[in-house]
């Protein structure tokens, strides 16, 4: 299907207009580890398992291959680009490069605003596992008040964040080792759960050709309610990107960058879809309502089937799969506030992107990121829909960035301006060659079909418990739009007459040598004038990125 393509390592930030600030230790599993810790097999599909059951019961599965066919188109097409612009804040460069600056600016805060939003949602998966491997880790009441539940996730979560800030401020080589390891748990576990779920089947697949008299009462039947229960798939199947994210401290990026992309979704696919299946089948019965509820779903179906020790062994390994997700979410959003910055891109870049001297990391970053993703959790924090409601509003601001490159990339093919026929950025690490076009058509129209079906104002999703106010069910689409409309403006009126590659971050040109390549010269924007503190050098750069 594919043409592979040549390849050199090409890993010198100074073709892209920025000096090595970075530090480049990161190898090939430590990379593909990024990817799957990000997508997190365990974490995903045990986090929102009840809520999928509990909206078009066992054939809710089938929404985990058809997302998985829609995503996949999208991390081709980021492999390409991958391949080619192995830069920190990944979908922000790729769109810098495609189309015009407002866009690009707009795909980058939409992906840091959808990742602060995801670390605290990501990190509220443990009041549905830790409560269930030992009551003490219920610290705020029983579990059973209206609120006992939200209050202690937020508590578990904002601990959870503070032990990420700190190791990821630390530096990428503790983060990646610490990733790296729980990742090789997090794969072996689920191999074993796959095994051990398979061993205890007590039904057939037949049952997942039943509707069970789910969707009876939608006006679209069980179509509809199979929709709303695609969300527990589409929750898991993205940031995959995050292995590009990390390409500036990745070994010959080029290459390992799109691998990994493409090796993570693919591993991920087939492992969580497996555990899904084994669940499924090997639950004692599909009738218990525990199997639709916060406090039990797929952990639930664990406990019940090996039994005390094992179960919760396996619970544990989830505790640690949602550990080094975090880590990894945590790590991808400072990537993407460090990218922006160093461009002059938000507010106080200076010292956001500000990296450690010994370090070698945006640790101020850091910081700013994890304090700033408890402040969702605080917000609904009295809001018993919390896991539903924040992991909606994450996935639909992940797909409309991603939509923000992959719509620009295909505008790029038809007018036969991709693949680029120069060479000023090296060769790429991987080509779609003659599938791009068609493969680049289906990730767009994935992409929009899935973000219209995911902010959709649904009460089952955004109001599915009391009070059932009007601007909490249409919580999602005004949260969206303030989003993305405040952060156009906030671009249009300030932000790009700052822009410009901050002076410490700016490739320096060695006297003698010839002069730094710069990136491809963006379209539709009026040329900004270059600041004097940036080297001559690099200023095609700074232009292309003020557009």
């Known amino acids: 299907m594919l043409e592979p393509s040549k390849s050199t390592d090409s890993s010198g930030m100074d073709e892209f207009g920025y000096a090595q600030t970075l530090d480049r230790s990161i190898g090939k599993f430590a990379s593909f580890a990024a990817g799957v810790s990000y997508i997190s097999i365990l974490t995903g599909v045990f986090q929102l398992f009840y809520f999928g059951f509990s909206m078009a019961g066992p054939a809710y599965a089938w929404s985990w291959p058809i997302v998985f066919a829609g995503q996949l188109m999208v991390a081709l097409c980021f492999a390409e680009l991958a391949g080619r612009y192995p830069v920190a804040g990944s979908v922000y460069n790729w769109a810098k490069q495609l189309s015009s600056g407002t866009f690009a600016w707009l795909a980058g805060w939409l992906l840091l605003i959808s990742s602060i939003v995801a670390l605290g949602a990501v990190a509220l998966a443990l009041q ?90 939608h006006d679209l039947g069980f179509f509809g309610v199979f929709l709303i229960g695609a969300m527990a798939s589409g929750y898991v199947m993205y940031g995959f990107d995050t292995a590009s994210s990390l390409g500036e401290e990745t070994k010959d990026p080029k290459k390992t960058a799109p691998r990994a992309i493409l090796r993570a979704i693919t591993a991920s696919f087939i492992l969580g879809g497996l555990i899904l299946l084994g669940g499924l089948l090997a639950a004692p019965d599909l009738n218990d309502p525990k199997l639709g509820s916060a406090d039990g779903g797929l952990q639930y179906i664990v406990l019940s089937v090996l039994g005390g020790p094992f179960g919760k062994a396996f619970l544990v390994c989830i505790v640690v799969a949602v550990f080094v997700c975090t880590l990894a979410v945590h790590a991808a959003a400072i990537r993407m506030m460090f990218a922006m910055a160093r461009d002059n891109n938000l507010p106080f870049s200076r010292q956001l992107s500000k990296v450690h001297p010994e370090r070698k990391t945006p640790t101020v970053a850091a910081i700013v990121i994890g304090l700033i993703a408890i402040i969702p959790l605080i917000v609904n924090v009295s809001q018993p829909a919390i896991f539903t409601i924040l992991s909606s509003i994450s996935i639909v601001l992940i797909y409309l960035s991603y939509l923000l490159v992959t719509v620009p990339l295909l505008r790029r093919r038809f007018l036969k301006k991709w693949p680029l026929s120069d060479e000023s950025h090296g060769e790429s690490g991987f080509s779609l060659g003659k599938w791009g076009v068609p493969v680049n058509i289906l990730a767009v129209l994935w992409g929009g079909a899935m973000t219209l079906n995911l902010v959709w104002p649904r009460p089952e999703i955004y109001n599915s418990v009391p009070p059932f106010e009007w601007y909490l069910q249409w919580g999602g689409v005004l949260f969206v739009t303030a989003v993305t409309v405040g952060g156009a403006l906030l671009y249009r009126l300030k932000i790009r007459h700052q822009t410009g590659v901050l002076a410490e971050h700016a490739a320096t040109a060695v006297p003698g040598d010839p002069e730094v390549p710069s990136a491809p010269a963006q379209t539709e924007a009026p040329t900004a004038p270059v600041p004097a503190s940036v080297p001559a050098a690099v200023s095609k750069s700074v232009v292309d990125v003020a557009r």
């Open 128 to 217: 549905l596992t830790l409560p269930q491997i030992w009551s003490g880790f219920q610290i705020i009441g029983d579990g059973t008040g209206t609120y006992d539940f939200a209050l202690n996730g937020v508590l578990l979560a904002s601990i959870m964040i503070s032990i990420s800030t700190l190791i990821n401020a630390f530096g990428v080589k503790l983060m990646t080792k610490i990733n790296s390891i729980g990742v090789f748990v997090e794969l072996a576990a689920a191999v074993l759960l796959i095994l051990a779920l398979a061993w205890h089947v007590v039904r057939g697949p037949e049952v997942l050709f039943s509707t069970a008299g789910y969707g009876m009462d």
